[in-house]
């Protein structure tokens, strides 16, 4: 029993608890719906890997929801519900965009300039949202909301100044060239036209797509954020606050530093989430006319991934695979692809009664007692 | 014993596990009708868990109960209820914004029909109760107006109201006054002669000795005997109940007072409400002396402490420690100017309790080059100095340095944060309720410890709400009523039952 219950609480063993149960619904939806599952899954499987470039297009659909996902779990680790991750994220894409507009330096300082202005913006944003809670106690999910819309009208007032605004388009104009991704700026060299010309494979993988650096950006986030968390006072002070934030302020630890320094950290990384969006995919920033959810998948990434920033590439990835597959089994048998969004809600859901598993194997071992007394 | 009608109660072989832990081990107990029965046992003995059992809030994996002389499976409260057994839990459930009246028939409301509450029938079947047993209270008064005796008081005759002959007090006297202990003793006393019984769980031998006739001393989840307190000491109880010797009165030298440490100047602070909690106190603590605040919960000792430690802001007034003035700047500094606290609420405000003992263990120090290095935090030495601790404080189990605090007993967490605060060689410590909850070993381990620390030539701020442990430890006993100090005495030059009055707002003559 003992062993059992230790396999079963183990994190990992949930999660794919969780994507089995979120495919065993899908399954039973679709049957109900008179479609074959075993079909539709081997169409969203097929839609997902049968060709390399449709690997490197969900690690690139995933690269921005992973770094805004570990936005999302790192402040839920000290306690905070960082909902403002989508503005976070579009004020990061904004000022990726205009720094990359107005300015025109070498490559080598014009990338990590754009870079460090969305980030830098994003952090700022979050950090208003960090103020207000420590100051004057009013509540980030309130602050987060609001924020997301002033961000969201905040970019759509800047496509359509003067000076940014592409004329008869809905967008700005393209960042300069010398602030785009690198693997871009390779790809459209002389050497690297060459390659993709006489290389089948990098053709496929690299000149068909927007292949961009974002996914090592976020795996060196991923493993930074850990190491913080694990290692560094900061990690140890923010966990102790995220965990006791009454023992943590009578051991002189400042609290209100405490939450106003993760929302400026979360914020940034969810900053550089929409910097690479804009260097990497976009390379523009477009009129919006809805949110773009970039933030808000985060959030269910960093829930699939059980808060854990590492979790989050896996998690990442899986989001980007299943929403990317899920479009071609509309296309080929015509079954919804929402049915995607039915999988992925099921396993969210399944990953957040992961705290109930270990009271309920309790209560197993209790043998119908009602509850624990001392 | 058999099972025979002049007993109220007979419970037979009971066993409760709560996974591999037994918590019950085959229990009997005979609780004859009529009669006072206390059951005395450490913390975790398995007391509450046993009650709990007959009251139906827990089902015994093995074991027979009989109430009145009838075989009775009590599957919830609601069995109990109705075979009359009625409990007073530890913490009272009362909803705090209702009136006392509508306290006690919430549930059971008798109505006019349609729905509408016959308040007056239900009145007049409350006075009723109040008048039989001198329980007075006033049924109109909101419960979070009314003192903490009061509600208790509330809360057995709910009991009663829902036609209680036998009740369960669980550690009824934990927060009242000793004139409130008299009142609770005498209304037992008036249940009994009712032909009511009562059920009474604690662990303080003072009070068996005064109120039951019989005792049931449980150990570890074993059934030890059941006495007659008439024949028995409170010292042969308290060995009984631990299973060796122990010494009830704490070893104390004659103290030898130094210069004053700390000082606290004509203080005001307010609480959540925006009032006054602490109105003009003054106090003076001098290094090797104790000092025992003696005092009913809710009297701002809170306030105060929160203040001391700048988890507060004060509005007026000076907290000086050496003579620097500490008030209204932050915890840190408070820590830094070598104050340490055993806060009131270990589990709240003392321990992160899922950090480990190591991670806990350098909560206040973790930024010093002792533990972390260009802001990474060193683990080894964390982790060294966690089990230096664990064996200088003797913390059980002895392996635990990376085992989350939450998985350790009250007693060893109690000693994890006194390990701890006293790390930081403070000049002041605070000690709020330092031993509340605890069982008899831990309790005179933690005493010692004080005592100890007061030899060293520390200052001891002891904020106790058992007055017996402020007559036991203290050098100096100021008593605080609403907000101030009322009175200080020096050890010895007064009684119990003075304290209690000044406590409870009254005036001593002469």
């Keep these: ?374 | 014993m058999r099972i025979q009608e002049d007993y109220a109660v007979q419970m037979r072989g009971i066993t409760k596990r709560f996974g591999t832990f037994t918590a019950l081990d085959s229990v009997d107990i005979d609780i004859k009708r009529g009669t006072i029965h206390s059951i005395l046992g450490e913390n975790g003995a398995g007391k509450t868990t046993l009650m709990s059992i007959l009251y139906g809030l827990l089902n015994a994996d093995e074991g027979e109960i009989y109430i009145n002389g009838k075989k009775v499976d009590v599957k919830n409260p609601n069995v109990a209820i109705e075979h009359g057994i009625g409990m007073v839990h530890q913490h009272f459930m009362l909803v705090e914004n209702f009136t006392i009246a509508q306290n006690i028939i919430l549930g059971m409301e008798e109505t006019k029909g349609f729905g509408v509450i016959d308040i007056d029938k239900a009145n007049k079947k409350i006075l009723d109760i109040i008048e039989k047993y001198g329980l007075e209270v006033d049924p109109n008064a909101v419960i979070e107006e009314v003192s903490v005796g009061m509600q208790q008081k509330v809360e057995i005759i709910k009991a009663l109201y829902r036609g209680a002959d036998i009740l369960i007090l669980d550690e009824p006297t934990a927060v009242l006054t000793p004139q409130e202990i008299e009142e609770l003793l005498n209304i037992m006393h008036k249940l009994v002669d009712d032909g009511k019984t009562v059920i009474i769980i604690t662990h303080k031998l003072k009070e068996i000795k005064q109120s039951a006739e019989k005792c049931t001393i449980l150990r570890r989840g074993k059934y030890i005997d059941t006495v007659d307190v008439a024949n028995v000491s409170e010292e042969e109880l308290a060995n009984l109940m631990v299973g060796r010797a122990v010494n009830l009165v704490v070893d104390k030298s004659p103290a030898k007072f130094g210069d004053v440490v700390f000082e606290i100047d004509d203080l005001y602070v307010k609480n959540e409400k925006d009032l006054y909690a602490v109105k003009g106190l003054n106090l003076k603590i001098r290094r090797g002396e104790i000092l025992g605040i003696a005092g009913v919960d809710g009297n701002g000792q809170k306030e105060l402490v929160e203040a001391i430690t700048n988890l507060r802001p004060t509005d007026k007034g000076e907290i000086k420690i050496n003579g620097k003035e500490i008030q209204n700047t932050s915890p840190k500094n408070v820590i830094e100017n070598k104050v340490a606290t055993i806060h009131e609420d270990r589990q709240k405000v003392g321990l992160v309790l899922d950090f480990t003992v190591a991670e806990n263990v350098i909560l206040e120090s973790f930024n010093k080059p002792e533990y972390s290095k260009r802001g990474i935090i060193l683990k080894d030495k964390a982790v060294k100095k966690a089990k230096e601790l664990i064996k200088k404080f003797d913390i059980r189990p002895d392996d635990c340095e990376n085992l989350p605090v939450k998985g350790l007993s009250g007693g060893n967490q109690q000693k994890v944060i006194i390990a701890r605060e006293l790390e930081n060689n403070p000049d002041l410590l605070i000690a709020v309720q330092p031993t509340r909850g605890l069982d008899v070993g831990a309790i005179e381990y933690i005493h010692k410890t004080l005592v100890q620390e007061r030899d060293k030539g520390k200052a001891i701020l002891l904020i106790s709400f058992e007055l017996d442990e402020i007559m036991n430890l203290s050098d100096t006993i100021a008593v605080i009523y609403d907000g101030a100090i009322v009175d200080t005495f020096e050890q010895g030059t007064i009684d119990e039952r003075t304290i209690g009055l000044l406590m409870a707002g009254g005036k001593v003559n002469g």
């Design chain 1, 1 to 374: 029993m003992d062993r059992v219950s230790k396999i079963l609480r183990s994190q990992f063993t949930f999660a794919v608890i969780a994507i089995f149960i979120g495919f065993l619904v899908a399954a039973l939806v679709l049957g109900a719906t008179g479609y074959n599952p075993l079909e539709v899954y081997s169409i969203l499987f097929k839609g997902m890997f049968s060709k390399p470039r449709y690997i490197m297009n969900i690690i690139i659909k995933a690269s921005p929801i992973i770094l805004t996902g570990i936005s999302f779990a790192f402040a839920l680790r000290v306690g905070l519900f960082n909902i403002g991750v989508e503005g976070q994220y579009i004020v990061g894409t904004i000022a990726a965009a205009v720094v990359g507009i107005l300015f025109d330096f070498p490559s080598y300082i014009q990338f990590p300039l754009v870079l460090l202005a969305g980030t830098l913006a994003g952090g700022l944003y979050g950090a208003i949202s960090g103020l207000l809670k420590a100051k004057r106690g009013i509540h980030e999910v309130i602050t987060g909301i609001m924020f997301n819309w002033i961000a969201f009208y905040a970019g759509n007032y800047i496509v359509n100044l003067e000076r940014f605004h592409e004329p008869g388009t809905t967008t700005t104009y393209q960042i300069n060239a010398s602030g785009l991704d690198p693997i871009y700026n390779w790809k459209m060299s002389e050497a690297g036209l060459e390659v993709i010309r006489n290389n089948e494979f990098i053709r496929e993988v690299i000149g068909k797509t927007s292949a961009n650096i974002g996914i090592i950006i976020a795996i060196i986030v991923a493993l930074t954020i850990h190491f913080i968390l694990k290692n560094t006072t900061i990690g140890y002070e923010l966990r102790a606050v995220g965990m006791n934030k009454h023992a943590s302020e009578a051991a002189g630890i400042n609290v209100a530093k405490n939450t106003i320094q993760t929302f400026l950290i979360a914020g940034a990384i969810a900053g550089l989430s929409g910097a690479l969006s804009i260097t990497g995919v976009s390379h523009r920033l477009f009129e919006l006319m809805a949110q773009e959810n970039y933030g808000f998948n985060g959030l269910s990434v960093a829930l699939m991934a059980g808060g854990s920033p590492i979790g989050c590439i896996f998690a990442g990835l899986l989001f980007a695979g299943l929403t990317y597959g899920g479009g071609t089994i509309q296309l080929e048998i015509g079954a919804p692809s929402e049915i995607i969004d039915i999988l992925i809600g099921t396993i969210v859901f399944c990953m957040a009664l992961v705290s109930l598993i270990p009271l309920i194997i309790n209560k197993i071992n209790q043998r119908g007692g009602k509850k624990d007394v001392k």
